[in-house]
């Protein structure tokens, strides 16, 4: 297992839905910065949030909201027009929001979503 942790904004607002089986998958995109000056670049890592959590977290993941994630990461790989290309996926144990999405002066305390009771519902 490959445990990995990023921090970012959310690319734009998450997607909720609900597999066949009746499990919630809350699905997002988060930019995260790399590098320095002229070699700044972002990554875009792709999360999957399920069971309750990912109901009760949805509501508050919008565009531009700064996070932390933790969990297992999946490299995904495939061609597209000959030309290959690679993504991160993290199945999230762990998201803490950081505080407001304009850097506003709001407490900046933030708001672990962890939570191992629910962990059974996972399905993997």
Known sequence: MIIAITAGRLARDAELRTTQSGTSVCSFTV???AGYGDKKRTEWVKVALFGKRADGLHPYLKKG???????????????????????????????TLQGSKH??????????ISDNSVADDIPF
């Open 65 to 95: 909201t700064a996070l932390t994630v933790q969990g297992e990461a999946k490299a995904n790989g495939w061609t597209k027009d000959g030309e290959a290309k690679a993504e991160i996926e993290i199945f999230a144990d762990k998201i």
């Open 103 to 112: 850097g506003s002066n709001e407490s900046q305390a933030s708001n672990d």
């Open 31 to 33: 930019a995260a910065d």
